[in-house]
């Protein structure tokens, strides 16, 4: 139960409200076990930039306060020594755990803890109530006011609004509430809601493994710990999660450092381990296309080939990428049914020697001609490329092989993804670049969005080795 173990109420001021690019101006930190108070501490923090005018206004937290106080990395230690193992309740606490997280995450170091955000609970015991922020339960509760907008005034306002849900509630209520917002319940049975708390909330992929640690399922996600419980929740609602849920056993998991790399690592993991319920899903990745040869009389014809033995050995133009030949073909007849293009010359329909004359398609209309010359090829290839082009695959665009340098905002590291052909040769700082350039659809697919629309940081350079 929450209140019968030490937790910890914080508040965190800083320069604005932006996680990634505003800094910490101060915490309040009150140690507290039930109703009684066993410790509190606070601090201002150089937030190493400018404090917005407004803001020194509203937090009365001045550039000179903090240009003299101590910078967050010599306070890391003592903070991370007084949050450890404790609940930490915030009003808002996405907003104070975020930056907490985010200020150890500039420093290389993980900051990860249970969190209570006060605003969901008053939501939750108060639902007529329009208005959850401070301000409106100081004035409803009549809760003390010392200094609004500090660090401490805050706490200590949070602090007093505790004490009064402790003396209104029962411990049964409160309790059954705090564990309604975790939404523990709906974890499976086979999973231990310990390893759910330590998945990370970190770009990455995770796996589900089910009884005999079969591997059932490989996803990816900008917020590991997020997706993971989303599953979990929607299994109240959609019986394909609520099948997945109740057989998985065992959540592992990588972090990645964004998700261009959570991306790729997701479709090597799904095409080298066979997940069965992705497998289900998805089938095999494309790997066959439809390439155009001329025929005597100077018509293409279509040939459904294996992508990647074809982008080595030719420069000719491929159309799509397709899971099975069988769906290539089904593209190609319905093209030739609007086009009005000829299934025989095409390719697709196959002809036994003893068929002379017209198509069947010509019969009822549907095509053109071509097979009987009624149609003449430069008309005939000029619509079935026209009808392609939306499908062409794209030739490498670059001289060189690239990299996809992908870097972590706030600790700045870097990882370069090496791409060359299409063909995904791994991580640079990893070492063992693959030699053997395997085309992969999902890689293509991927390095083709990344070149319209980088990814959130991320750059293309070219890689010199
Ligand atoms: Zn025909």
Known sequence: MLFD????????EATGGDLLRDRMTEIAIIEMQGAVELDRWSTL???????????????????DMVQTAPVFAEMADEI????QGRVLVAHNARFDYGFLKNEFRRLDRRFQTRTLCTVKLSQRLYPDEGKHNLDALIQRHNLPVHERHRALGDAESLQAFIRFLLQQHSPETLQGEIQALKRRTALPAGVDAEVVDSLPEQPGVYLFYGAGDELL???????LRARVLEHFYASNRNSKEMKLAQQVCRIDWQETLGEFGALVLEAQWIKQKQPLLNRMGRGEAGSYSIELVSDDEGFYQTKIVATQERL???????YGLFRHPREAKKV???????QGLCQRRLGVEQVTSKQQ????????????GACIGREQAAAFNQRLLTALARLKLESWP????IAVVEQDPLSKQTVHHVIDQWCYLGIAEQGLLSSAKTFDADIYRLLRKQLKTPFDHTRVVPFTG
């Open 217 to 223: 399922y490989v996803g990816k996600s900008i917020n």
């Open 45 to 63: 923090l150089n937030p190493q930039q400018t404090i917005p005018p407004f803001v020194q206004e509203m937090t009365g937290i001045s550039q």
């Open 5 to 12: 173990e030490p937790y910890v109420i914080v508040d965190v």
């Open 357 to 368: 004359g017209p198509c069947f398609a010509f019969q009822v209309r549907r095509c053109r």
């Open 398 to 401: 670059f001289p060189q092989p």
């Open 332 to 338: 190609l007849q319905s093209i030739a049914e609007q």
């Open 312 to 318: 080595r050995q030719s420069h000719t133009a491929l």
């Open 80 to 83: 991370s020594a007084r949050l």
